[in-house]
């Protein structure tokens, strides 16, 4: 993820935006997302990569889930950006084997790795974009 070669992205904003389409099916399963994302958040990385990850990431949840509440969180420490998306539902791990590989490999082509974690006394799923700076 070279941030000299790419324009910045102002994350929060790119969030919104791929929010804005997954809106009506998320109505539809009556989930809610909440972008809490830094507003002054900057990523430098291919922005139609970052775009395929993260629509991938957003869509399944919100197909995972049903009246449920989805937050999309970062944090930013030690030269990384890890990006959360907080209950992403119960069911997620099954859209896993749904070529997920591809978003996988394009995370990798970002510099970065996708870990999901499930609790199973919250029935909560936690999937992480972590990018490393280059």
Not at 34 to 41: G, K, M, P, T
Not at 57 to 82: K, Y
Not at 99 to 111: P, T
Request: net charge negative.
């Amino acid at each position: 993820m070279a941030t000299d070669l790419y324009t910045p992205i102002l994350l929060h904003r790119f969030v919104d935006e791929l929010m804005a389409g997954l809106l009506p099916r998320a109505v539809s399963r009556k989930t809610i997302i909440i972008n809490q994302i830094d507003r002054d958040l900057e990523l430098g990385a291919d922005e139609n990569l970052l775009a395929f990850v993260l629509w991938n990431l957003l869509d399944r949840a919100v197909n995972s889930t049903q009246n449920e509440c989805i937050h999309v969180e970062s944090v930013s420490n030690n030269g990384c950006t890890v990006i959360r998306v907080r209950n992403a539902g119960v069911y997620f791990y099954r859209t896993l084997s749904n070529n997920f590989r591809q978003v996988q490999h394009a995370a990798e082509k970002l510099g970065g790795t996708i870990t999901v974690d499930y609790t199973e006394g919250t029935c909560c799923t936690i999937v992480a974009l972590t990018l490393r700076a280059a």
